[in-house]
């Protein structure tokens, strides 16, 4: 989908206790994200912290999870 | 379709058995039911198990007829019912159909899970396999950080509050505490509650249910025949399982589960009954926010009345709805494949006023809730006096 742009944070959290794979990256926050197009997505917030309600643009994937930074 | 009742009930003490192997747990939960319904292992005409993730974490798989073959069940169908967490709550559900169509007259259903010869971290990345690997699970989606987003949610929308949370904590390890069965039997208060290690932000320790190894089973005939197993009969009065997206981010409101929804509508219209009408309920509070999204989802209270309603004690053991009188997921414990059978063996025992400390007292109907996942399986057992 091609739809990853500016979207809207639905719901977040900021994770302290991780899967295997991600034991090196807590804390790490993860949020679904509300796309223009409507369709949400889950990925990863960099940097700064957002809330619910907050925009965010789509930044970059990393081993194809999508990166979210707030929008200033 | 006949009546169907519940005759025996079996379960291992929850907790962390190091010494203990998932066969030895299930076996002892079914040959105690089979006891409890007076019954031999030879009269058994099928056995239907729910186990989430025994091939993961212990690596055994072909796990009904390993099983039922140890308590002398042989040459009858044996089958294995995956559906999460729900794992054995769909197991009964597809028992009670069996047995209400009239293909057999006396089933054994058992749950089982042995998780705790697993670190942590592996036991978290287990259970992300409920979840959608492609999607959130990639992202670093873990069941407590999509609960906690749920809560989030919650709290954004209903005003819930932590303290409304912990509460429910606190109300189920009060009521574990008198539960001998209980994996972790100590009360906690409001403040350590609060102040628990951080999990998945807003939830903390306290917020989230067990790791745990154990084991339960029921066994179940069609009612005209169950005076010959026991003289306290619990009668099957609904039962229901419904379905929904497995990814959190595909679902259009998460403040809701819409298969419990959906499943219980269907299980109060097989018995005839109304939410109004159900004195008590095991709900599945896997995190402390799904035990108030369960009772706003049940009927038991409005929506976003879920929290206010428990931290006034609500769903205390002598409150209006006692929820959890067992100590819940929270405080007995999580072996996730043996939390549905449990929870059915929790509400006949109060049912037949077997429940000695935790025993509620307008007991003669009863309500099982078991989730599956972040919602995509539900299934919801309705239970009253014969």
Known sequence: MNDL???????????????????????????????????????????????????????????????????? | MRAVAVVGIGKTAFGAFPDRDLRSLA???????????????????????????????????????????????????????????????????????????????????????????????????????????????????????????????????????????????????????????AHMRKVITMEQALAGKPIAEPLTVYDCSLISDGAAAVLIVPLERAAEFTDKPVRVLGVAQTSDNVALDEKDDITTFRAVKTSAEKAYKMAGVQASDIQFAEVHDCFTIAEIIAIEDLGFVPKGQGGPFSLAGGTCLHGERPVNASGGLKSKGHPVGATGVGQICDVVEQIRGQAGERQVKRNTLGLAQNLGGSGATSVITILGAA
Do not use: W
Request: charged share 15%; net charge positive.
């Open chain 1, 5 to 72: 742009g500016a979207g809207t944070i639905y719901t977040e959290t900021v994770v302290y206790s991780p899967p295997e794979a991600y034991v090196n990256d807590v804390p790490y926050q993860l949020a679904i994200v509300e796309l223009m197009s409507g369709r949400r997505v889950t990925g990863r917030v960099a940097g700064e912290r957002a809330h619910i309600g907050d925009r965010v643009l789509f930044a970059e994937f990393r081993n194809n999870v999508p990166f979210f930074k707030k929008q200033s």
């Open chain 2, 27 to 181: 076996v002892e939960a079914g040959q105690k039911a089979l006891e409890n319904g007076r019954a031999k292992a030879s009269q058994v005409e099928a056995f239907y198990l729910g186990n989430f993730a025994g091939p993961s974490f212990v690596g055994q798989n072909h796990l009904a007829p390993y099983i039922s073959s140890a308590i002398g069940i042989n040459g009858v169908p044996s089958t294995r019912f995956e559906a999460a967490c729900a794992s054995s709550g769909s197991a009964f559900f597809h028992a009670a159909s069996a047995v209400a169509a009239g293909l057999y007259d006396v089933v054994l259903v058992g749950g089982v899970e042995k998780m705790t010869s697993q670190p942590t971290p592996k036991v978290t990345e287990i259970l992300a396999g409920a979840g959608d690997l492609c999607g959130e699970v990639r992202a670093g989606a873990t069941f407590p950080a999509l609960f906690a987003m749920i809560a989030r949610r919650h709290m954004y929308q209903y005003g819930t509050t932590r303290e409304q949370m912990a509460s429910v904590a606190v109300k189920n390890h009060q009521n574990g505490a008198k539960n001998p069965l």
